[in-house]
T-cell receptor, first 112, second 114 residues
Framework: GNSVTQMEGPVTLSEEAFLTINCTYT??????LFWYVQYPGEGLQLLLK?????DKGSNKGFEATYRKETTSFHLEKGSVQVSDSAVYFC???????????FGTGTRLKVLA | DAGVIQSPRHEVTEMGQEVTLRCKPI?????LFWYRQTMMRGLELLIY????????DSGMPEDRFSAKMPNASFSTLKIQPSEPRDSAVYFC????????????FGPGTRLTVL
């Protein structure tokens, strides 16, 4: 069945450091891939998405490329800020269903 | 648009009591999802509806949990009787076919069962 594997956290970085959060997936068909962010005490917000292979999603300085050959959708940001501290979820959707498969979430803490 | 609305935002109750959580999806969305989030189990899909009809309730933990969607603008998740292990944050989300399955989440209801 479909699945998402996300790197374990927490990840602690200094401000302006480079961020990578790994996400790999297993799926049949042609799913869409998403990164959601959850700030403390809030619901999940869509950060970026990609709907087909080789698509690059980007938002607020974050990027992720849908790589079918490596079944990956890694999240990157060149220079993190304290305000990026949150939990990040990778999710797989579509491919014949409207259900999402969520990763376990990666907590990011950015220190000033 | 107001986004997905959930009420109450916080609920504290005693074991054995009935709890009802409410959700208003984004107008025009035809899919509605209920999730539960805990530290131990992460984010779990409980049930989802399409056009007010339950499509998949395989994530509902047991018969104490029930969900309804009487119309396109309202859904409830009920726990009866509640137990301490039901303590969690419950999220509602909605989506439509045109948004490549993008789901829009509500702010959640934090439930504490004493």
């Amino acid at each position: 069945g479909n699945s998402v594997t996300q790197m374990e956290g927490p990840v602690t970085l200094s401000e302006e450091a480079f961020l990578t959060i790994n996400c790999t997936y297993t799926a049949t068909g042609y799913p869409s891939l998403f990164w959601y962010v959850q700030y403390p005490g809030e619901g999940l917000q869509l950060l970026l998405k990609a709907t087909k292979a080789d698509d690059k999603g980007s938002n607020k300085g974050f990027e992720a490329t849908y790589r079918k050959e490596t079944t990956s959708f890694h999240l990157e940001k060149g220079s993190v800020q304290v305000s990026d501290s949150a939990v990040y979820f990778c999710a797989l959707g579509g491919s014949g269903t409207y259900k999402y498969i969520f990763g376990t979430g990666t907590r990011l803490k950015v220190l000033a | 648009d107001a986004g997905v609305i959930q009420s109450p935002r916080h609920e504290v109750t005693e074991m054995g009591q009935e709890v009802t959580l409410r959700c208003k999806p984004i107008s025009g969305h035809d899919y509605l999802f209920w999730y539960r989030q805990t530290m131990m189990r992460g984010l779990e899909l409980l049930i989802y509806f399409n056009n007010n009809v339950p499509i998949d309730d395989s994530g509902m933990p047991e018969d104490r949990f029930s969900a309804k969607m009487p119309n396109a603008s309202f859904s409830t998740l009920k726990i009866q009787p509640s137990e301490p292990r039901d303590s969690a944050v419950y999220f509602c989300a909605s989506s439509d076919r045109s948004s490549y399955n993008e789901q829009f989440f509500g702010p959640g209801t934090r439930l504490t069962v004493l």
